[in-house]
């Protein structure tokens, strides 16, 4: 079945960073395009960041210049390098398939405090 096992978060001070892995299996990930979502607490779950199947990329205007997203196909792996983490970035971090009905993962805590 299809699995997607986000790991990385943690709590992190302004101005550092962090890296999120996406670990999928039970389909054929180089196919798919795949995204990174995020929701705060009280508010709803966005789009932070996408990657095609054959590596193009898109951002949220907010992460741009701070957040990259990359995919290893031959480990099945997405990612997330977060930069210059803000307050404002403290979220569950999700990976999901970018497609309708797509999977999503359980969900990474980041947290940006000092």
């Known amino acids: 079945q299809v699995q997607l096992v986000e790991s990385g978060g943690g709590l992190v001070q302004p101005g550092g960073s962090l890296k999120l892995s996406c670990a999928a299996s039970g389909f054929t990930f180089s196919t798919y395009a795949m995204a990174w979502y995020r929701q705060a607490p009280g508010k709803q779950r966005e789009l932070v960041a996408t990657?095609?199947?054959?590596?193009?990329?898109n951002y949220v205007d907010s992460v741009l210049d701070r957040f990259t997203i990359s995919r290893d196909n031959a480990k099945n792996t997405m990612y997330l390098q977060m930069n210059g983490l803000k307050p404002e970035d403290t979220a569950v971090y999700y990976c999901r398939q970018q497609q309708y009905r797509g999977y999503w993962g359980q969900g990474t805590q980041v947290t940006v405090s000092s």
């Open positions: 990657i095609t199947s054959d590596g193009s990329t």
